[in-house]
């Protein structure tokens, strides 16, 4: 069965900069895109164990209540030294006050707690998990992934841990790169450097142009 999305896509995300990065990739394939949360739909709790299950559980959530193609990201960064915390909690250690500095200093704090002081143990890496969810019920799941390591946080251009987060074979932070540079996708095919923008181009090959 061909699937296009021709009409409307809700983007299922009530994060604000998750949504300029998503609603930015999606630009270039000119789909009419709206929010979840312009459209009121209600936050559903986010109660699966990985990023994959937060991803559908908000996908399907949209899809069925818009009555629209949803789409949604669940995404985190995971500190190797930490066992993979925060991961799916990533939102959560900032609290209801959406305080990513203090999310940031408690990560510093657990990394100096466990003398990860070197490059080597302050392993990271961001996870995007996108789900496109139909509304006749077909799903499709991908994740994007990129490493790097923990640093002192440096940059004020985007948002949650980008200031924290120095990507493997660059100088600067997320926090210290414009908004292309992080998630732009190249136009010759080749990898994008965000773990979002990553897992978009995989969504594409499976999707978007399909
Ligand atoms: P959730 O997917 O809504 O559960 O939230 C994921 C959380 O992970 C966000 O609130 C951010 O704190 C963090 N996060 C995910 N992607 C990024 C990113 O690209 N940059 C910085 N922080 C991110």
Redesign the pocket.
């Known amino acids: 069965m061909t699937r296009r999305l021709a009409g409307k896509l809700v983007i299922a ?1 009530h ?1 604000s900069g ?1 949504l300029r ?1 998503m609603r930015e990739l999606m630009a270039p394939y000119g789909i009419d895109c709206v929010s979840a949360g312009e459209l009121g739909l209600p936050e559903p709790e ?1 109660t699966g164990n990985t990023f994959v299950a ?1 991803a559908l559980i908000k996908a399907r959530a949209a899809s069925i209540t818009a009555n629209l193609p949803a789409l949604a ?5 995971c500190v190797e030294a930490l066992e993979g915390a925060p991961g ?1 909690y ?2 959560r250690w ?1 609290g209801d006050a959406k305080d ?1 500095v203090a999310a940031m200093a408690r990560i510093e704090r657990e990394l100096q707690a466990k003398g990860a002081t070197t490059p080597g143990q302050r392993r990271a890496y ?1 996870v ?1 998990a996108l789900a496109l969810v139909w509304p006749d019920g077909h799903e499709d799941v991908v994740e994007g992934r990129v490493d790097g390591q923990i640093v002192l946080p440096r940059g004020d251009k ?5 200031a924290q ?1 120095l990507p493997d074979g660059h100088s600067r932070t ?1 926090g210290e790169m414009a908004p292309d540079e992080k998630h732009g996708v190249p136009p010759d095919g080749s990898r994008a450097l ?3 923008a990553r897992a978009f181009q995989d969504l594409e090959r499976i999707r978007l142009r399909a």
């Open positions: 995300t994060n998750k990065e986010e937060n990201d669940d995404s985190g960064l799916i990533s939102a900032a990513f961001f995007s985007g948002f949650g841990y980008d987060f997320f965000s773990h979002r």
